[in-house]
């Protein structure tokens, strides 16, 4: 018996994982879906129902008369223009930080000349009005 005990106390060595096996839990890792994928799917359900409702178009009930037939036409909850509008954000390329430095500067230069400009022709038609029409020195 105090044999028994002496073999259950013994240490049990943990072996290492190979890399055949550590490329298995990886690969296995992989193919389960992480938690936010999970989570997205599970809000895009309700957003995707949302979106098909608010994407269909109605037609209201109405009687058989001028009246009824000016809006008894095919409506929407969006208006075409939002949608045509959204459509169009989606086909924007944004300039990266690089382009948005430089065409910053070109701001900055273009007022700067644009001001001395004005400047220049402000200074001069001064001169011209004191000299020349006034008359006063």
């Given at each position: 018996?105090?044999?028994?005990?002496?073999e259950?106390k013994?240490r049990?060595?943990r072996?290492?994982?190979?890399?055949?096996?550590q490329?298995?839990?990886?690969?296995a890792?992989a193919?389960?879906p992480?938690?936010?994928r999970?989570a997205?799917?599970?809000l895009?359900?309700?957003?995707?129902?949302?979106?098909?409702t608010?994407?269909?178009?109605?037609?209201?009930?109405?009687?058989?008369?001028?009246?009824?037939?000016?809006?008894n036409?095919?409506?929407?909850?969006?208006?075409?223009?939002?949608r045509?509008?959204?459509?169009?954000?989606k086909?924007?390329t944004?300039?990266?930080?690089r382009?948005?430095?430089r065409?910053?500067?070109?701001?900055?230069?273009?007022?700067?000349?644009?001001?001395?400009?004005v400047?220049?022709v402000?200074?001069?038609l001064?001169?011209l009005?004191?000299?020349?029409?006034?008359?006063?020195?």
């Open positions: 018996m105090a044999e028994e005990s002496n259950s013994k049990r060595v072996k290492a994982p190979t890399k055949r096996e490329s298995e839990q990886i690969r890792k193919d389960t992480k938690r936010i999970s997205t799917g599970k895009s359900k309700p957003a995707d129902a949302t979106k098909r608010l994407k269909k178009e109605y037609y209201l009930p109405l009687p058989d008369n001028k009246v009824g037939r000016f809006f036409k095919r409506r929407s909850f969006i208006p075409s223009y939002f045509k509008s959204f459509a169009e954000l086909l924007v944004w300039p990266n930080r382009d948005t430095w065409l910053t500067f070109a701001v900055f230069v273009f007022a700067i000349l644009i001001g001395c400009t400047a220049a402000d200074k001069g001064e001169e009005f004191k000299n020349i029409i006034l008359d006063l020195k």
